[in-house]
T-cell receptor
Framework: QKEVEQNSGPLSVPEGAIASLNCTYS??????FFWYRQYSGKSPELIMS????GDKEDGRFTAQLNKASQYVSLLIRDSQPSDSATYLC????????????FGAGTRLFVKA | DARVTQTPRDKVTEMGQEVTMRCQPI?????VFWYRQTMMQGLELLAY????????DSGMPKDRFSAEMPDATLATLKIQPSEPRDSAVYFC???FGSGNTGELFFGEGSRLTVL
Protein backbone atom coordinates (compact mmCIF):
# COMPACT_ATOMS: atom_id res chain seq x y z
CA GLN A 1 0.00 0.00 0.00
CA LYS A 2 1.33 3.41 -0.98
CA GLU A 3 1.70 5.91 1.83
CA VAL A 4 -0.32 8.59 0.02
CA GLU A 5 -2.92 7.59 -2.54
CA GLN A 6 -4.77 9.66 -5.09
CA ASN A 7 -6.96 8.85 -8.06
CA SER A 8 -4.77 9.56 -11.07
CA GLY A 9 -7.71 10.82 -13.11
CA PRO A 10 -8.02 12.56 -15.39
CA LEU A 11 -10.85 14.44 -13.75
CA SER A 12 -12.72 16.56 -16.23
CA VAL A 13 -15.12 19.32 -15.15
CA PRO A 14 -16.82 22.15 -17.05
CA GLU A 15 -15.80 25.72 -16.44
CA GLY A 16 -17.57 27.16 -13.42
CA ALA A 17 -18.16 23.78 -11.77
CA ILE A 18 -16.72 22.48 -8.50
CA ALA A 19 -13.76 20.15 -8.83
CA SER A 20 -13.30 17.67 -5.99
CA LEU A 21 -9.93 16.01 -5.46
CA ASN A 22 -9.36 13.30 -2.90
CA CYS A 23 -6.42 11.79 -1.06
CA THR A 24 -5.95 9.08 1.55
CA TYR A 25 -2.87 8.39 3.63
CA SER A 26 -1.71 5.37 5.58
CA UNK A 27 0.45 6.77 8.41
CA UNK A 28 -1.80 7.57 11.36
CA UNK A 29 0.81 9.82 12.97
CA UNK A 30 0.77 12.17 9.99
CA UNK A 31 0.54 15.73 11.19
CA UNK A 32 0.55 18.14 8.29
CA PHE A 33 -1.23 18.00 4.96
CA PHE A 34 -0.69 19.94 1.78
CA TRP A 35 -1.95 20.40 -1.74
CA TYR A 36 0.44 21.32 -4.50
CA ARG A 37 -0.41 22.26 -8.07
CA GLN A 38 1.90 21.27 -10.91
CA TYR A 39 1.46 22.58 -14.43
CA SER A 40 2.85 20.47 -17.24
CA GLY A 41 6.61 20.84 -17.48
CA LYS A 42 6.80 22.96 -14.33
CA SER A 43 7.63 22.34 -10.71
CA PRO A 44 5.07 21.82 -7.94
CA GLU A 45 3.83 24.90 -6.08
CA LEU A 46 2.09 24.95 -2.74
CA ILE A 47 -1.54 26.08 -2.83
CA MET A 48 -3.01 24.90 0.47
CA SER A 49 -1.91 23.56 3.83
CA UNK A 50 -4.11 22.15 6.59
CA UNK A 51 -3.12 20.93 10.03
CA UNK A 52 -6.33 20.22 11.97
CA UNK A 53 -9.61 18.47 11.27
CA GLY A 54 -12.23 20.42 9.40
CA ASP A 55 -12.27 22.83 6.51
CA LYS A 56 -9.87 25.57 5.52
CA GLU A 57 -10.84 28.04 2.84
CA ASP A 58 -8.58 30.24 0.73
CA GLY A 59 -10.28 32.03 -2.12
CA ARG A 60 -11.76 29.45 -4.48
CA PHE A 61 -9.93 26.61 -2.72
CA THR A 62 -11.16 24.63 0.28
CA ALA A 63 -9.11 21.92 1.93
CA GLN A 64 -10.85 19.36 4.11
CA LEU A 65 -9.16 17.05 6.61
CA ASN A 66 -10.55 14.04 8.45
CA LYS A 67 -7.81 12.41 10.49
CA ALA A 68 -10.07 9.62 11.78
CA SER A 69 -10.70 8.53 8.21
CA GLN A 70 -7.16 9.44 7.10
CA TYR A 71 -8.65 11.50 4.30
CA VAL A 72 -7.82 14.87 2.77
CA SER A 73 -9.67 16.62 -0.01
CA LEU A 74 -9.42 19.77 -2.08
CA LEU A 75 -12.42 21.55 -3.54
CA ILE A 76 -11.99 24.11 -6.29
CA ARG A 77 -15.03 26.30 -6.76
CA ASP A 78 -15.83 28.13 -9.99
CA SER A 79 -13.21 26.07 -11.83
CA GLN A 80 -11.33 27.89 -14.56
CA PRO A 81 -9.39 26.52 -17.54
CA SER A 82 -6.27 27.90 -15.83
CA ASP A 83 -6.87 25.41 -13.01
CA SER A 84 -6.07 22.57 -15.42
CA ALA A 85 -3.02 20.93 -13.87
CA THR A 86 -1.95 17.97 -11.78
CA TYR A 87 -2.77 18.31 -8.09
CA LEU A 88 -0.45 16.59 -5.66
CA CYS A 89 -1.41 15.66 -2.13
CA UNK A 90 1.48 15.72 0.36
CA UNK A 91 1.68 14.46 3.92
CA UNK A 92 4.27 15.12 6.59
CA UNK A 93 4.71 12.85 9.59
CA UNK A 94 7.23 12.82 12.38
CA UNK A 95 8.28 9.31 11.49
CA UNK A 96 11.93 9.66 10.58
CA UNK A 97 12.11 13.37 11.19
CA UNK A 98 9.17 15.04 9.44
CA UNK A 99 9.63 13.71 5.95
CA UNK A 100 7.15 14.81 3.31
CA UNK A 101 5.62 12.19 1.06
CA PHE A 102 3.66 12.98 -2.09
CA GLY A 103 0.86 11.16 -3.81
CA ALA A 104 1.11 10.45 -7.52
CA GLY A 105 -1.26 13.31 -8.32
CA THR A 106 -4.64 13.78 -9.97
CA ARG A 107 -4.82 15.39 -13.40
CA LEU A 108 -7.59 17.95 -13.65
CA PHE A 109 -9.00 19.29 -16.90
CA VAL A 110 -11.36 22.24 -16.85
CA LYS A 111 -13.27 22.53 -20.11
CA ALA A 112 -14.14 26.02 -21.36
CA ASP B 1 12.96 37.15 -5.31
CA ALA B 2 13.87 34.12 -3.17
CA ARG B 3 13.87 30.85 -5.03
CA VAL B 4 15.49 27.44 -5.11
CA THR B 5 18.12 27.20 -7.83
CA GLN B 6 18.99 23.91 -9.48
CA THR B 7 21.69 23.08 -11.99
CA PRO B 8 21.89 21.72 -14.59
CA ARG B 9 18.41 22.24 -16.04
CA ASP B 10 18.95 19.53 -18.62
CA LYS B 11 21.54 16.79 -18.77
CA VAL B 12 21.99 14.10 -21.39
CA THR B 13 24.64 11.54 -20.64
CA GLU B 14 25.64 8.01 -21.49
CA MET B 15 25.19 5.01 -19.30
CA GLY B 16 28.04 4.60 -16.83
CA GLN B 17 28.88 8.28 -16.58
CA GLU B 18 28.84 10.23 -13.34
CA VAL B 19 26.13 12.84 -12.92
CA THR B 20 26.12 15.57 -10.29
CA MET B 21 23.11 17.78 -9.68
CA ARG B 22 23.31 20.87 -7.50
CA CYS B 23 20.78 22.81 -5.50
CA GLN B 24 20.94 26.16 -3.77
CA PRO B 25 18.11 26.35 -1.22
CA ILE B 26 16.36 29.54 -0.25
CA UNK B 27 18.47 31.51 2.20
CA UNK B 28 17.35 30.79 5.75
CA UNK B 29 15.60 27.51 4.98
CA UNK B 30 16.82 24.62 7.11
CA UNK B 31 15.33 21.61 5.33
CA VAL B 32 16.29 20.35 1.88
CA PHE B 33 14.57 17.53 0.03
CA TRP B 34 15.55 15.66 -3.14
CA TYR B 35 12.73 14.11 -5.16
CA ARG B 36 12.67 12.21 -8.42
CA GLN B 37 9.65 12.41 -10.70
CA THR B 38 8.70 10.01 -13.47
CA MET B 39 5.40 9.42 -15.21
CA MET B 40 5.14 5.97 -13.69
CA GLN B 41 6.22 6.65 -10.10
CA GLY B 42 5.24 10.25 -9.47
CA LEU B 43 7.32 12.19 -6.94
CA GLU B 44 9.61 9.84 -5.05
CA LEU B 45 11.49 11.05 -1.99
CA LEU B 46 15.18 10.24 -2.35
CA ALA B 47 16.77 12.03 0.59
CA TYR B 48 16.35 14.95 2.90
CA UNK B 49 18.38 17.10 5.25
CA UNK B 50 17.65 19.25 8.24
CA UNK B 51 20.22 21.79 9.30
CA UNK B 52 22.57 20.09 6.83
CA UNK B 53 22.31 16.72 8.61
CA UNK B 54 20.99 13.82 6.53
CA UNK B 55 17.80 12.49 8.12
CA UNK B 56 16.68 9.86 5.68
CA ASP B 57 18.06 8.60 2.41
CA SER B 58 16.19 5.31 2.36
CA GLY B 59 14.60 6.22 -0.97
CA MET B 60 17.94 6.23 -2.77
CA PRO B 61 19.67 3.26 -4.39
CA LYS B 62 22.66 3.31 -2.08
CA ASP B 63 25.06 1.60 -4.43
CA ARG B 64 24.95 4.41 -7.01
CA PHE B 65 23.34 7.49 -5.45
CA SER B 66 24.75 9.81 -2.85
CA ALA B 67 23.45 13.06 -1.40
CA GLU B 68 25.43 15.62 0.55
CA MET B 69 25.07 19.10 1.91
CA PRO B 70 28.58 20.52 2.24
CA ASP B 71 27.28 23.87 3.42
CA ALA B 72 24.00 25.66 4.03
CA THR B 73 23.90 27.07 0.51
CA LEU B 74 24.59 23.89 -1.45
CA ALA B 75 23.08 20.43 -1.68
CA THR B 76 24.31 17.85 -4.17
CA LEU B 77 22.93 14.63 -5.59
CA LYS B 78 25.38 12.38 -7.35
CA ILE B 79 24.77 9.29 -9.47
CA GLN B 80 27.71 7.05 -10.26
CA PRO B 81 27.44 5.11 -12.47
CA SER B 82 24.27 6.35 -14.16
CA GLU B 83 21.83 3.94 -15.80
CA PRO B 84 18.97 4.48 -18.30
CA ARG B 85 16.41 3.81 -15.54
CA ASP B 86 17.71 6.92 -13.75
CA SER B 87 16.20 9.09 -16.48
CA ALA B 88 13.75 11.40 -14.72
CA VAL B 89 13.27 14.94 -13.50
CA TYR B 90 15.06 15.52 -10.21
CA PHE B 91 13.63 18.21 -7.96
CA CYS B 92 15.20 19.93 -5.01
CA UNK B 93 12.90 21.63 -2.52
CA UNK B 94 13.61 23.64 0.60
CA UNK B 95 11.57 24.68 3.58
CA PHE B 96 11.76 25.89 7.15
CA GLY B 97 10.33 24.61 10.39
CA SER B 98 9.48 21.37 12.11
CA GLY B 99 5.83 20.40 11.89
CA ASN B 100 5.25 22.41 8.74
CA THR B 101 8.19 21.14 6.75
CA GLY B 102 5.74 20.16 4.04
CA GLU B 103 5.52 23.81 3.04
CA LEU B 104 8.18 23.38 0.43
CA PHE B 105 9.52 25.55 -2.32
CA PHE B 106 10.67 23.66 -5.37
CA GLY B 107 13.42 24.39 -7.83
CA GLU B 108 12.72 24.15 -11.54
CA GLY B 109 14.16 20.65 -11.67
CA SER B 110 17.00 18.91 -13.46
CA ARG B 111 15.88 16.76 -16.36
CA LEU B 112 18.24 13.81 -16.69
CA THR B 113 18.38 11.55 -19.72
CA VAL B 114 20.69 8.57 -19.58
CA LEU B 115 21.24 6.90 -22.95
Amino acid sequence: QKEVEQNSGPLSVPEGAIASLNCTYSDRVSQSFFWYRQYSGKSPELIMSIYSNGDKEDGRFTAQLNKASQYVSLLIRDSQPSDSATYLCAVTSDTGGFKTIFGAGTRLFVKA
Amino acid sequence: DARVTQTPRDKVTEMGQEVTMRCQPILGHNTVFWYRQTMMQGLELLAYFRNRAPLDDSGMPKDRFSAEMPDATLATLKIQPSEPRDSAVYFCASGFGSGNTGELFFGEGSRLTVL
